[in-house]
């Protein structure tokens, strides 16, 4: 008898629901905005959690690089900058003592390097020196060509690996392996291009260009020049052996005493993690204060409208209750009532949300390309807990005109005008 009864109040209100479009609809205007904005939080925080893992995935989850700076800015630039060079000496003796790393190899660095290509000039571009091991970590990955080996780095041979930016920059029209271009005056050729790996967190590393470490020390020099080590750990389970034996050889190197703090720092992809752990608080803290007082805005538009609702069925309601009608009956209709304009609300909020995220990801990255992590799609899941979220908002927001109701007494509602 229950199962009928539900389904006669559901029944009730969406005819009540389809008799007071407007109403309904004004009524459901709040819903809408909170559910918006739960969805499109949604959207970019899931965004951003793709948009990390990327950069993650593109630097390798396992890979560590030893370095004077600190690429998460925990110290002050004036204490890093004072801090002593890491030399090519001590860069050779870390990479002969570690023995738990699957692979360790020296980067020199300098982001002033000047290309010529033809008539084109590109200045401050990041030039990085290493060694042909550098293609066995996720950065060295190949798209075209090769990158230099064993040979072109003892003979310091005068080739170079195209970061993807660079490339398309340089040869828009393709075809660059085996063309010469001119870093800092230096003729090289090109016998490779990396893939592309740049993503909104790490888009610097497309900007960079590759050369064996010998060619680089001959063009750029040697001396009162500071080195990184980047050092594979083999698996993310080896990080924390592999991190502490890197701390105790590189301390040993420097000759630190044990109550000396380190003059270096082991930088990994969790360095990312506290900036994009900001944008996630700031979207967080942004988008709960808006949905909440988007929802209050909407519980009581549908309190009022039930209100209203009740009050003008009143007779309706005493002459129900007259036949038979229990307050169970009662409630579950206004509930059913205030729940169906909610999730209607959720409906247009999804269907809304759906256009806003697809233009947005669509045309807004070619403008603002540090959008570019946005998905032109809303993900699924969002709409289960839209739909949730709402038929909470409704049962809240139907309670109390539905109890008001059901507590109607027969002879006093029928006679109500």
Known sequence: MKIIA????????IHSIRANTLRSSLAALGVVIGITFVILMGWVLSGLDKAMEDSFKAMGTDVMYVDKFDWAGGKSWKELRNRPNITLDQTEKLISRLTSAELAVPVARTNRGKIVYGNQVYENIAIQGTTSQFSLTPSGTIDSGRFFNDIEDRMASNVVVLGWKVYQTLFPNGNS??????????????IGVATKQGTTFADFMDNIVYIPLKSFLGTFGKYRRNFSIC???????QLDNVRAEVEGQMRMIRNLKPWEENNFSINETKTFETAVSTIRTIV???GIGMTLLSFIVGIIGIVNIMFVSIY???KEIGIRKALGAKRYDILIQIIFESTTIAIIGAFISFVLTSVVAYITATFLPKLIPQVGFLSPMIPLDLLGIATVISIMVGIIAGLLPAMRAANFEPVVAIRYE
């Open 231 to 237: 050092v594979k750990a083999g698996s993310t389970d």
């Open 312 to 314: 003008e069925r009143t």
């Open 284 to 286: 967080w803290v942004v």
């Open 6 to 13: 539900t389904k006669e109040a559901f029944l009730q209100a």
């Open 177 to 190: 392996i085996g063309s010469t271009i001119k870093i800092n005056n230096v003729k090289y050729t090109v």
